[in-house]
């Protein structure tokens, strides 16, 4: 293990090998996303250790995912806390950050609680309102030879056990158009997303097997809108 | 701060625990996170995203609750363990499938920057101001944590063609 460490730190990384970990979670800038792109396409031994990298990418979430959350003993702990502690001078600052938080801090907790509470309403009437003009306006906006645009994007999955859900990334050029469809061809739609660019896909009612499973996020992996599928709960 | 509280806990809290890989000490260690944000919430200026400066914080303070908690693994037992178990024929047969043994390894690797850039999306720049180290340290560092990533699987018998 001494040995091949040492062999290891010998080998310096080029700027692209490096930069490759970041490609496969999206987070480059366009440019340093092109160049890694580029290096990809010409030389094979890289594109050979992307292929590690996206197998490491999916099981650090498949781990992180793993993990749970914590109880409500944390939360109750933490507002027991802030209920505790002394009240506190607004900032004679004149930043804008200063001031937001003298205006906070003005506030109790519970009345902070309870604004925070109707802000969130507000928030999901907004987002109810958007989804419904959304809606309305799809059939002018983006129409695809394989959408019906009589009917939901999504499907009745009402019976049967539990449908074989899947974790998705989409390639950041893809189009709204290319998404339906590609719902369209695997009978699938999204739960719920994006949290951290990921989308959560159920399938239709069929029940798969394991293998039939596997099968389908390979195809689904080898998408060209797809830079990422994972089973999901 | 309920609002903050219930769209970064989660995640907060999978990050402490990855660091101080004890469920009672994480939960401890969100409270105080946020305790921290409601005081110094002045302090933030915006300059970053609020999950960097909540990881930041929670960085901080798991460093901090694993100096005052010294029965602590280290990084090197833990790839011992992993192959101390090789006998284990039912762990053997575990280890021919690539991604239970790569998560036993990413597990025992714990190494905070892969968290950062694969499960948290961090950029190079939003990881280098949450482990407060110079951006290609960063890109050197997480080179390095995959390569030891990748001795690791070795250990266990799994070959991925790289390195």
């Excluded at chain 1, 019906?148 to 050029?173: I, K, M």
Aim: glycine letters at 6%.
């Amino acid at each position: 293990m001494m040995a091949t460490s040492k062999k290891i730190l010998e080998q310096e990384p080029s700027e692209i090998e490096m930069l490759l970990p970041w490609h496969a979670a999206g987070t480059l800038n366009t440019r340093d996303a092109r160049r890694v792109e580029e290096a990809l396409a010409r030389d094979p031994e890289l594109a050979k250790q992307y292929a590690v990298i996206r197998e490491e990418y999916a099981e650090t979430i498949d781990l992180n995912e793993s993990l749970g959350a914590p109880s409500a003993r944390a939360m109750q702990k933490l507002f027991a806390a802030i209920d505790g502690e002394p009240a506190r001078k607004p900032s004679a600052s004149f930043n804008i950050s200063a001031g937001i938080s003298g205006f906070f801090a003005r506030l109790s907790p519970r009345t902070l609680a309870w604004s925070a509470s109707l802000g969130a309403l507000a928030l999901l009437l907004q987002a109810g309102v958007i989804g419904a003009v959304l809606m309305k306006n799809q059939n002018a906006a983006f129409q695809t030879a394989s959408l019906s645009t009589n009917e939901p994007l999504t499907r009745d999955l009402s019976v049967g056990a539990p449908p074989p859900r899947a974790l998705v990334r989409f390639a950041p050029d893809a189009r709204i158009a290319d998404i339906t469809a590609l719902l369209d061809t695997y009978q699938a739609s999204i739960i719920d997303g994006a949290k951290g660019g990921m989308f959560r896909l159920q399938f239709n009612n069929r029940a798969l097997s394991k293998d039939e499973f596997a099968g389908l996020l390979r195809k689904l992996q080898g998408e060209k809108i797809v830079s990422l599928a994972v089973a999901a709960q | 701060m309920q609002v903050l509280y219930g769209r970064h806990h989660v995640r907060v809290f999978r990050f402490g625990l990855r660091l101080v890989r004890d469920e009672q000490v994480a939960e401890d260690l969100i409270s105080e996170v946020f305790l921290d944000v409601w005081r110094q919430a002045g302090k933030f200026e915006g300059r970053s995203a609020v999950s960097t400066w909540l990881l930041a914080i929670t960085r901080f303070k798991a460093l901090s609750a694993l100096r005052r908690r010294k029965d602590v693994e280290l990084d090197d037992e833990a790839a011992n363990a992993i192959e101390d178990t090789s006998d284990d024929p039912e762990v053997t047969a575990q280890k021919k499938d690539t991604g239970v043994a790569l998560r036993k390894c990413l597990t025992a690797l714990s190494q905070e920057i892969v968290d950062l850039v694969y499960y948290h999306e961090k950029s190079v720049e939003e990881v280098a101001e949450i482990v407060g180290i110079p951006e290609n340290t960063v890109k050197t560092r997480l080179f390095y944590a995959r390569k030891k990533l990748a001795e690791l699987l070795k250990a266990a018998g799994v070959e991925r063609g790289w390195p």
